[in-house]
């Protein structure tokens, strides 16, 4: 009998210490905060469409460079606007490439691809309002001649 109360005992000193012991730790870990974030939690990478550009060379068609990006945008805030940005940056996408006179079809390995996405970025946020694209990859960039496009 006594021994069946010496183990009573044990068993019930043992639960107290553990749950002391557990609540310690867990208030421990709490009190340390959160641990730290990654700067790349909570985005979301977002595909947009090719951006098929026709380039215009001594009054004629020669081709097309195709574009194909990716942007980052805060998650939540990509939730919460009533307008998606996709059709801003496909928009100012071919409005940079068209326009730019620098853009040599030939030699598109030599494109400052980093000026271009720079551009596209800063400009669409501009036009949204707020800092909504956080960046602009690209993810293709290529030139097809006129007749490796079939017409229909």
């Known amino acids: 009998m006594m021994k069946m109360l010496a183990a009573g005992l044990w068993m019930s000193f043992t639960m107290l210490v553990s749950g002391y012991g557990t609540a310690k730790y867990i208030s421990a870990q709490n009190q340390s905060g959160p641990p730290e974030e990654t700067a790349f ?3 979301d990478y977002e595909t947009l469409k090719p951006v098929n550009v026709p380039i215009l060379f001594e009054g004629a068609l020669q081709g097309y460079v195709v574009a194909k990006l990716v942007f980052t945008a805060d998650g939540d805030t990509l939730r919460r606007l009533p307008v998606p940005p996709h059709p801003f940056l496909v928009d100012e996408a071919f409005r940079a490439l068209y ?3 620098t853009l040599d079809f030939r030699n ?4 400052d691809l980093e000026s271009l996405t720079k551009h596209v970025k800063e400009v669409t946020n501009q036009r949204i309002g707020r800092k909504v694209v956080q ?3 690209v993810e293709e960039f ?3 001649d006129k007749e490796d496009v079939l017409s229909h």
């Open 41 to 43: 939690v909570g985005l």
């Open 99 to 101: 326009a730019d006179e």
């Open 108 to 111: 598109l390995e030599r494109y």
């Open 135 to 137: 960046d602009v990859l």
């Open 142 to 144: 290529n030139y097809f």
